[in-house]
């Protein structure tokens, strides 16, 4: 039962929300700078909410250099399954996928040569 607590804890979020969206539709993995600079939020604020989503086991990390990078755990039951089909019928914020996207593009050969482009403080 704590698992499914964990889940919809998770899930009780608007940005928590908004990460796992952007996580959803890019079908890839992000590094924390790219979510920061789509999402327009600190450091700070992003790893805390990646941090819930990794406890409910909805969020993986791995890295790479200096760089650790986010993406969606792949379902391992129905009920897994389901909230991520859930979560891709909601609708989604065109903002942070605009912002996603232009963050994308900074990408050379798929790696990360650019940290953080928002104000906010360097990603680590």
């Known amino acids: 039962m704590e698992k499914f607590t964990d889940v919809f804890r998770a899930l009780s979020d608007k940005t928590r929300l908004r990460i796992l969206q952007i996580l959803i ?5 992000l590094c924390i700078c790219e979510i920061m600079d789509s999402l327009q939020l600190a ?3 992003v790893s805390k909410h990646i941090r819930e989503l990794k406890i ?3 969020v993986k990390e791995h890295k790479e250099g200096r760089f650790v990078f986010y993406s969606i755990v792949e379902p391992k039951n129905t009920f897994h399954k389901n909230i991520l089909q859930t979560l891709k019928v909601i609708p989604k914020n065109n903002e942070d996928i605009k912002r996603l996207k232009k963050r994308l593009v900074l990408r050379i050969n798929g790696k990360i040569v650019v940290s953080c482009i928002t104000n906010r403080r360097k990603c680590r």
């Open 56 to 58: 409910a086991g909805l």
């Open 25 to 29: 539709s890019v079908k890839k993995e």
């Open 43 to 45: 450091q700070y604020n």
